[in-house]
């Protein structure tokens, strides 16, 4: 290989990183690819329900990829920028097209073509599934043409290294590498690479419990904040409306559920026209008749019926419990598929095993019992791309599309703020993850060809890279040599509590501020942070408190931006400012990290409408009578 | 389901550990206090808050992978009460009918990195050897892939759930830390892919990978591995299908010389 061949680094190996890695590999540029996690461990396996896309039946009813746009940027609250979404459901079709080739096992009709469920958000059958383990479908088929890549000596795979940080040129200002260490050795290093693509997923670790991977902590994310990129939106996160919860995490129960047919409900009685809370909620649920069933999404919105938004589903559910409507009194509704057919059922199997074997009861015939857990982060590292003159699209391949603010720094997939705005959609965060990947991977080969100003990454003096890595290596000495009394896990386990309990289904102000005074107090007990394993061999404690740092530092960001958003927009809703107001929050929230003070830097920028102008978002809500069976508390909290 | 009058109990972890690959291994014992509905992943993670040994000692905590919990990722396989299996999914409610002490170890077939860490980079070693992808033309659009019928797709994802987790490994009794024998998921890989229209244009190849040393006639139908699957793949009829395909294949190749 010739000297100063241009590479490209990849964190993440999820979806988006495989899918960039094997385009830009295919663009005739070597990728080497870091992952925590052998890149098949990926969170996006835990991914169910399906993957979006306008199909040619769907659109012989009247759907079609404008629509699936549109749908989009109403589920996202209008506050997703339109290009982009616009390419996106645009590209949908070839994206499926290409999964089916690399052999995906699509769900299939008896004539052989790919089958179509229902999905949140929509009126028409548009979602492609391979039963309830559509993102381990996905996941693997890019895995495979991954270790195809490799075998040709196009993709370099670093796994079980964990990403540090970015190495930017002082002089261009331009990203031009990154700071990993070996997670077995514990060996600190730098790698050169021309760009640098950031497919490092979601932040739901900030949260303590959520339906995220172990992995899944943002601080890849943040500490590519506290080196300069910024923030977008980082108050959007999603509360999805059925988990199990759990001990260790809360598992993620499918909207797929939903979308076969699976009924959200209550024990009620009906009386004088208004329902009231069940006078004996804890009876088994078999034995409650049709009559004391009280379905509250269908009869609130009989338009869109259980498969309204994530959101929507989630403050129903949470509220009702509130009004004392929950199973046994508790947090806890049922989501019920048990009447389903059982060819039905079968397509759901994926999931109903993991229900089953996770609390014993069999899904098949007793209604699950479910509660909202932290999900997705809508929000992430800021990017930018350049639009069609005409709003409609992307311009194909620039350089621009899915950069950060740090020229030659990309951010691919959940990281990436684009596409979800206020809340995402069922079934569109695999279809962003991979149009991300092939997409915008395009223009990460291009920027390296053809844009960069300067010296290649290879021929830089060693400055930048030292200075780095030497930066990484004292902040590890710090941790082991620090003899302070906090314990790591007990302080993110306040982390998450706090998190939870102020800044997810419900944002009280004055509950935020106190969140925000916990933060700072647990920052302060985190500079006395004690290690229990001071070794340089596999030493998970040092990485999960180093990663816990991090985790302080965008939560700050996170619930900076939520305190400062005072309306109410998707899956952020605020009490005290129920509406939303255009006027004031039709805003991209930018956070930059202020160094000197350890603070965020709020700032905004107007999103521009250049194809569908911001309506009011109901899905069609009608009132229904329920007697308020108590007033409701003040206890804003999704399952933790 | 879990008790309500177990709601405070303590459960006693023997766990078997190694500082690193050339080290020796010992055994640590720690208390940890069990809720209902806990895992091992959940007890795991209080150890590792609190890693005081039942004797009283400061260890370091038990290092062990883990990532998705939800037994779709195949991290956290590990040997718990004899039999490998995940720790997410291994319910402490459950391991009590088995034994009322949970026995923790690394899976025996792939090298110790530390405590219950293994390097099981062979297994993904084996996905490159028969080839486990399909070769498609590149990452453009280019119309939709074949069609198969519902039977053919419901055969395909059975298999296709392979999650790596090397379960069919570590009960296999062919399959060694040192020796070759690819192993069952490997062989079941390969009929996935070979069912594929465009993935069987690498059938050949995958079968001459099979037929040779640490191939599917290293197989001893010990039939142990289709016990374990925590995904219930069907390994046993891939191995059969395969060991029939090897022979054509090789009949074949007798006949037509290539």
């Known amino acids: 290989m010739a000297k100063n061949q241009?590479?490209?680094?990849?964190?993440?190996?999820?979806?988006?990183?495989?899918?960039?890695?094997?385009?830009?590999?295919?663009?005739?540029?070597?990728?080497?690819?870091?992952?925590?996690?052998?890149?098949?461990?990926?969170?996006?396996?835990?991914?169910?329900?399906?993957?979006?896309?306008?199909?040619?039946?769907?659109?012989?009813?009247?759907?079609?990829?404008?629509?699936?746009?549109?749908?989009?940027?109403?589920?996202?609250?209008?506050?997703?920028?339109?290009?982009?979404?616009?390419?996106?459901?645009?590209?949908?079709?070839?994206?499926?097209?290409?999964?089916?080739?690399?052999?995906?096992?699509?769900?299939?009709?008896?004539?052989?073509?790919?089958?179509?469920?229902?999905?949140?958000?929509?009126?028409?059958?548009?979602?492609?599934?391979?039963?309830?383990?559509?993102?381990?479908?996905?996941?693997?088929?890019?895995?495979?043409?991954?270790?195809?890549?490799?075998?040709?000596?196009?993709?370099?795979?670093?796994?079980?290294?964990?990403?540090?940080?970015?190495?930017?040129?002082?002089?261009?200002?331009?990203?031009?590498?990154?700071?990993?260490?070996?997670?077995?050795?514990?060996?600190?290093?730098?790698?050169?690479?021309?760009?640098?693509?950031?497919?490092?997923?979601?932040?739901?670790?900030?949260?303590?419990?959520?339906?995220?991977?172990?992995?899944?902590?943002?601080?890849?994310?943040?500490?590519?904040?506290?080196?300069?990129?910024?923030?977008?939106?980082?108050?959007?996160?999603?509360?999805?409306?059925?988990?199990i919860p759990g001990e260790d995490k809360c598992r993620l129960m499918s909207e797929s559920?939903?979308?076969?047919?699976?009924?959200?409900?209550?024990?009620?009685?009906?009386?004088?026209?208004?329902?009231?809370?069940?006078?004996?909620?804890?009876?088994?649920?078999?034995?409650?008749?049709?009559?004391?069933?009280?379905?509250?999404?269908?009869?609130?919105y009989p338009k869109y019926g259980n498969l309204v938004p994530r959101d929507i589903a989630t403050r129903e559910i949470f509220f009702i419990c509130q009004q004392g409507f929950g199973v046994g009194g508790g947090r806890m509704v049922y989501l019920d598929v048990s009447h389903l057919p059982e060819q039905t059922k079968h397509k759901l199997d994926g999931i109903l095993e993991i229900y089953e074997k996770f609390t014993g009861d069999n899904p098949r015939q007793v209604p699950m019992k479910i509660f909202p857990a932290v999900h997705y982060s809508m929000g992430g590292l800021y990017t930018v791309y350049t639009p069609k003159p005409d709003g409609k699209g992307m311009v194909h391949g620039d350089p621009n599309n899915m950069m950060t603010n740090v020229t030659g720094l990309y951010a691919f997939g959940e990281v990436n703020y684009q596409y979800h705005g206020a809340t995402r959609l069922g079934a569109n965060a695999l279809l962003n993850c991979i149009f991300d990947g092939l997409y915008c991977g395009l223009g990460v080969a291009n920027y390296v060809r053809d844009h960069i100003k300067g010296t290649r990454a290879v021929d830089l003096p060693p400055t930048a890279f030292d200075k780095a890595q030497q930066q990484e290596e004292n902040k590890i000495k710090r941790l082991i040599e620090s003899d302070g009394q906090s314990n790591p896990y007990e302080l993110h386990q306040r982390l998450g509590d706090e998190m939870t309990d102020s800044c997810t289904v419900v944002r009280e102000e004055s509950r935020m501020r106190q969140a925000y005074d916990v933060l700072r107090e647990l920052k302060a007990q985190y500079k006395n942070v004690r290690l229990s394993d001071t070794g340089m061999w596999t030493n998970q404690n040092l990485s999960f408190t180093r990663a816990l740092g991090d985790m302080l530092i965008y939560a700050e960001a996170l619930l900076a931006a939520s305190i400062l958003r005072k309306e109410s927009r998707g899956s952020h809703y605020r009490p005290d400012y129920p509406e939303r107001d255009d006027a004031k929050f039709h805003k991209t929230t930018i956070a930059k990290y202020d160094a000197a003070n350890d603070q965020p830097i709020l700032e905004y920028e107007p999103v521009p409408s250049p194809l569908v102008e911001p309506r009011a978002r109901t899905y069609g809500k009608v009132e229904t009578g329920e007697a308020n069976a108590t007033d409701q508390q003040k206890q804003p909290a999704a399952a933790r | 389901m879990s008790s309500e009058t177990n709601k405070n109990r303590t459960i006693r972890f023997k766990i078997k550990r190694q500082d690193a690959p050339d080290s020796p291994s010992y055994w640590d014992e720690f208390d940890a206090p069990c809720p209902p509905g806990a895992n091992v992943i959940s007890c795991l993670l209080w150890i590792a808050a609190n890693p005081t040994t039942t004797t009283g000692r400061q260890a370091t905590p038990v290092a062990w992978d883990c990532n998705c919990l939800e037994e779709v990722c195949g991290a956290c396989t590990m040997v718990i009460n004899g039999r490998a299996r995940q720790s997410c999914s291994a319910l402490i409610d459950e391991l009590q009918k088995e034994d009322p002490v949970v026995t923790l170890e690394p899976m025996s077939k792939f090298p110790v990195v530390r405590d219950l860490v293994v390097d099981r980079s062979r297994i993904f070693n084996a996905l490159t050897k028969v080839k486990a992808w399909v070769p498609v033309d590149g990452m453009h659009a280019m119309g939709p892939?074949?069609?198969?019928?519902?039977?053919?797709?419901?055969?395909?994802?059975?298999?296709?759930?392979?999650?790596?987790?090397?379960?069919?490994?570590?009960?296999?009794?062919?399959?060694?830390?040192?020796?070759?024998?690819?192993?069952?998921?490997?062989?079941?890989?390969?009929?996935?892919?070979?069912?594929?229209?465009?993935?069987?244009?690498?059938?050949?190849?995958?079968?001459?990978?099979?037929?040779?040393?640490?191939?599917?006639?290293?197989?001893?139908?010990?039939?142990?591995?289709?016990k374990v699957c925590p995904k219930e793949i069907p390994l046993t009829e891939s191995i059969a299908d395969i060991g029939r395909q090897t022979t054509v294949h090789a009949i074949e190749k007798f006949f037509t010389g290539k």
């Open chain 1, 6 to 243: 241009p590479r490209i680094i990849v964190v993440g190996g999820g979806l988006a990183g495989l899918a960039a890695s094997v385009r830009i590999a295919e663009a005739g540029l070597p990728v080497d690819l870091f992952s925590m996690v052998p890149v098949k461990r990926s969170h996006s396996v835990c991914a169910q329900g399906g993957i979006n896309a306008c199909n040619e039946v769907a659109r012989q009813q009247g759907y079609s990829e404008w629509l699936h746009m549109d749908e989009t940027l109403y589920g996202g609250d209008f506050l997703n920028h339109q290009p982009p979404v616009y390419e996106m459901t645009h590209w949908a079709p070839k994206i499926i097209d290409l999964m089916d080739r690399m052999g995906v096992p699509f769900n299939r009709t008896s004539e052989g073509q790919r089958d179509l469920r229902m999905f949140g958000g929509s009126l028409f059958k548009r979602t492609h599934f391979a039963g309830a383990t559509t993102g381990q479908q996905l996941l693997y088929a890019l895995d495979e043409q991954t270790r195809r890549y490799e075998t040709q000596g196009k993709i370099n795979k670093y796994e079980f290294w964990e990403f540090l940080w970015p190495v930017i040129d002082p002089d261009t200002e331009r990203c031009v590498g990154i700071v990993a260490q070996d997670m077995r050795s514990m060996q600190v290093r730098s790698f050169r690479a021309d760009a640098v693509v950031m497919a490092t997923g979601g932040c739901g670790v900030v949260f303590g419990k959520s339906t995220m991977s172990v992995i899944c902590t943002g601080g890849a994310a943040s500490r590519c904040y506290q080196a300069g990129a910024w923030l977008g939106n980082p108050e959007f996160v999603q509360v999805h409306p059925t988990a």
């Open chain 1, 257 to 300: 559920a939903r979308g076969e047919g699976g009924r959200v409900w209550v024990p009620a009685v009906k009386k004088d026209g208004k329902w009231h809370p069940h006078p004996d909620a804890g009876k088994h649920p078999n034995q409650i008749p049709q009559s004391e069933r009280w379905y509250i999404l269908e009869e609130k």
């Open chain 2, 145 to 226: 892939g074949p069609t198969e019928t519902p039977q053919q797709q419901e055969t395909r994802y059975a298999l296709s759930r392979c999650m790596s987790c090397g379960c069919c490994l570590e009960a296999c009794p062919q399959y060694l830390i040192d020796n070759e024998f690819i192993g069952a998921h490997a062989i079941s890989q390969a009929r996935y892919f070979n069912a594929h229209a465009t993935g069987a244009s690498l059938a050949g190849n995958r079968l001459d990978a099979l037929e040779g040393p640490g191939g599917i006639t290293d197989c001893g139908n010990a039939q142990n591995c289709v």
